[in-house]
């Protein structure tokens, strides 16, 4: 939901983040990164587990891969062994990644 509100709606925020998500193939998201008229977009910092059995890391990583390729910057960490939860070191990134674009 996160991803939708920010790239199809609210493009005026300092980034985005979204853990153990994804988007559909057809998702309208892409599209709109590629019409976007505000340049640039928000960043996206992208973290998922690789042992997450509700929502694919495959899946993820596939939505990082189309948001890249309409033209977002984007980066993607994969977190070894974790299944679809936090662990302090997604909420250390995060941290990190916030204090940045305050």
Known sequence: MALHLVYRYHQDVAGIFALSSFLNKD?????AVENASQRPLPELLQCHGTADELVFHSW?????????????NTSFHSLPDLNHQLCREELELLRSWILKKL
């Open 60 to 72: 993820a990583e596939e939505t990082n891969s189309l948001l890249k390729k309409a033209g977002l």
């Open 27 to 31: 998702s309208v998201v892409y599209q």
